[in-house]
């Protein structure tokens, strides 16, 4: 789910409509969020927006060299090292979504590296840049996340200013936006929270999405969704998969 949209700079130049923070204030009351807590956020010294000329610009990606690196051997055998260290979790989703365990460690490989690349962007900052500079057609959009990021930190007790992601906004293991963290995000350790950085929960949610978006149907289609679009992002999910489901060779090199 993370589109690879370019960097970032905070800027003070840039101001947020108040029409539109009035609309994601009416939204947050509607869904029965606390008044005080939500004039917090949007008080805090952090909320910054982000500069304009590089806002949400997309970052061309060559699948065809991303997908010659995680096929490399070390990153198959890190895949299949996820798989066995999150045997008991991955099993169990496969059963109950009917998505299988490389699937799943395939889209937490290509989207984080398994956590090694998160994204150090305020999830938050994000959104709040994208009420500022989109158009009247697509801010609501941003507004939606918004609203879902904030329902998030209010009911998890987490400081939204706190949470990193990429520069779209995506978020943990699976780079969910917010908006499918409320959605389809599932509490796979059965802790009382959905936690996008936890991999149970990462898994389980991953498995969800797929499954309520076709899984079973087009495996294709279902992975094109959760991108946002395009066929070279399944095709490289599809192989990293093929990989790690293939036995060792006894001549493989290593």
């Known amino acids: 789910m993370n589109p690879f949209f370019g960097v970032l700079i905070a800027v003070a130049a840039v101001a947020v409509p108040q029409s539109r923070v009035t609309y994601v204030k009416k939204e947050l009351a509607s869904a029965k969020i606390p008044t005080t807590y939500v004039n917090s956020l949007f008080s805090d010294k952090r909320l ?4 304009p000329a590089t ?10 060299k991303l997908g010659a690196n995680i096929l490399a051997i070390s990153s198959v055998e890190q895949g299949k090292k996820f798989i066995e ?3 008991k979790a991955l099993e169990s989703v496969e059963k109950e979504y009917g998505v299988p365990k490389e699937d799943i460690a395939a889209i937490i490989r290509v989207e984080s590296n398994f956590g090694k690349f998160l994204g150090s962007t305020t999830v938050f900052n994000v959104f709040y840049t994208g009420l500022a500079l ?3 057609k697509e801010w609501k959009w941003d507004a939606a996340n918004l609203v879902a990021l904030a329902k998030y930190c209010y009911q998890t007790k987490t400081d939204c200013f706190s949470i990193k992601g990429s520069y779209a ?3 943990g293991l699976s780079q969910f936006l917010p908006h499918s963290v409320i959605e389809w995000g599932v509490d796979g350790d059965k802790n009382g929270i959905i936690d996008p950085f936890d991999a149970e929960d990462s898994i389980a949610s991953t498995a969800n999405f797929l499954k309520e978006h076709g899984w079973q149907v087009d495996k294709k289609k279902a992975l094109a969704k959760y991108y946002g679009g395009g066929t070279a ?3 490289t999910i599809l192989k990293y998969s093929d990989a790690l489901k293939k036995k060792p060779s006894a001549k493989t090199k290593k």
């Open 48 to 51: 910054k927006v982000y500069a």
């Open 169 to 171: 906004g995506a978020f």
């Open 55 to 64: 806002v949400k610009k997309k970052i061309s990606v060559d699948f065809v």
């Open 233 to 235: 992002y399944s095709k």
């Open 85 to 87: 260290e999150n045997k």
């Open 134 to 136: 989109d158009s009247a």
